[in-house]
T-cell receptor, first 114, second 120 residues
Framework: AQTVTQSQPEMSVQEAETVTLSCTYD???????LFWYKQPPSRQMILVIR??????QNATENRFSVNFQKAAKSFSLKISDSQLGDTAMYFCAFVVFEDDKIIFGKGTRLHILP | GAVVSQHPSRVICKSGTSVKIECRSLDFQATTMFWYRQFPKQSLMLMAT?????????EQGVEKDKFLINHASLTLSTLTVTSAHPEDSSFYIC????????????????FGAGSRLTVL
């Protein structure tokens, strides 16, 4: 069975600092997608970044980047120059190609402190 | 970008009544829609997957007679909580995807803003 593990239930960092959120997953599949979703206090789920497993290059979206280590089944999210608006719950998620079911981790609550 | 509208955002009902939540894809055709339930400070729990024109596939432990899902068109799926009880109070979120089998390019999973159900 596929699983997604986020080992950090909660984190706090000062504004403008860099923070890394951890995510590991377990699967026997070779082709899949990985995602980081953000859920701010409004509770709207927002896609932060997406990575295709067949791509070796790490995905980057402005201040957000990932460190994708396929062999280690690790998919961490780095937020650079953190901003107050980054305060949210962050979910790591995984889906196998051609599958319908996205599997979410339990989330990491991130607080950006002024 | 893709937009999913979920309505109502908040609903309060009496125990024993039924409540319908709508999920609409506004600018794309959603072949697949997903319904989740989220308890406070917890992750999203997938309740069911619905494909347009076919019966929903429910996750283990989810009562299909309690949570009726209809996906009658490519832009609308509804979740009806029947004979609601206080334990059904929760935050319900829908999501929608265009083409099956891929999350590449513009085909991403888009979420509605969620519906908070309170059963008195």
């Amino acid at each position: 069975a596929q699983t997604v593990t986020q080992s950090q239930p909660e984190m706090s960092v000062q504004e403008a600092e860099t923070v890394t959120l951890s995510c590991t997953y377990d699967t026997s599949e070779n082709n899949y997608y990985l995602f980081w979703y953000k859920q701010p206090p409004s509770r709207q789920m927002i896609l932060v970044i997406r990575q295709e497993a067949y791509k070796q290059q790490n995905a980057t979206e402005n201040r957000f980047s990932v460190n994708f280590q396929k062999a280690a089944k690790s998919f961490s999210l780095k937020i650079s120059d953190s901003q107050l608006g980054d305060t949210a719950m962050y979910f790591c998620a995984f889906v196998v190609f051609e599958d319908d079911k996205i599997i979410f981790g339990k989330g990491t609550r991130l607080h950006i402190l002024p | 970008g893709a937009v999913v509208s979920q309505h109502p955002s908040r609903v309060i009902c009496k125990s024993g009544t039924s409540v319908k939540i709508e999920c609409r894809s506004l600018d794309f055709q959603a072949t697949t829609m997903f319904w989740y339930r989220q308890f406070p400070k917890q992750s999203l729990m997938l309740m069911a997957t619905s494909n347009e024109g076919s019966k929903a596939t429910y996750e283990q432990g989810v009562e299909k007679d309690k949570f009726l899902i209809n996906h009658a068109s490519l832009t609308l799926s509804t979740l009806t909580v029947t004979s609601a009880h206080p334990e059904d109070s929760s935050f319900y979120i829908c999501s929608a995807r265009g083409a099956r089998g891929t999350y590449s390019g513009a085909n991403v999973l888009t979420f509605g803003a969620g519906s908070r159900l309170t059963v008195l």
